[in-house]
């Protein structure tokens, strides 16, 4: 009797649990290329220019680079935005990695660039 009583309270135990369904959030937004802050800088397109970011990177940028949609030759200034993302903490923040035939590469870091005037984003001329 007390085996069958058990067998009973048992039974109806499991009917009466219910499976929790977990949601899935979607990746916390920290994770995000936006978690690394952009540096901005005004360049003067006649001169030969060079950049050094806050975490060292260096970039050189020959007069004459940049040219719009039109495929002109920008002769003013012109906004250029860098992202540096150097150290592996950058790199989980920002959600970051590198990946070829499905195998996650080590890196030394990465960059973001982009120019932009009065909105446009800019090309690099093929000579440059």
């Known amino acids: 009797m007390k085996n069958t009583f058990l067998i009973i309270l048992l039974f109806s135990f499991v009917i009466n649990c219910k499976e929790e369904k977990k949601q899935i959030s ?56 860098l992202k540096e993302c150097i150290n592996k903490v950058d790199m989980v923040l920002a959600n970051l990695h590198t990946v070829t035939n499905g195998k996650i590469l080590e890196s030394g870091g990465m960059v973001y660039l982009n120019a932009t005037q009065n909105g446009e984003k800019l090309s690099i001329a093929d000579d440059k």
């Open 26 to 81: 979607p990746v916390n937004p920290i994770l995000s290329k936006e978690a690394i802050e952009s540096m901005f800088f005004i360049i003067d397109c006649k001169l030969d220019t060079i950049l050094i970011g806050e975490k060292g990177t260096k970039i050189s940028i020959p007069h004459h680079s940049f040219i719009n949609s039109k495929g002109e030759i920008i002769n003013k200034n012109i906004q250029f935005e």
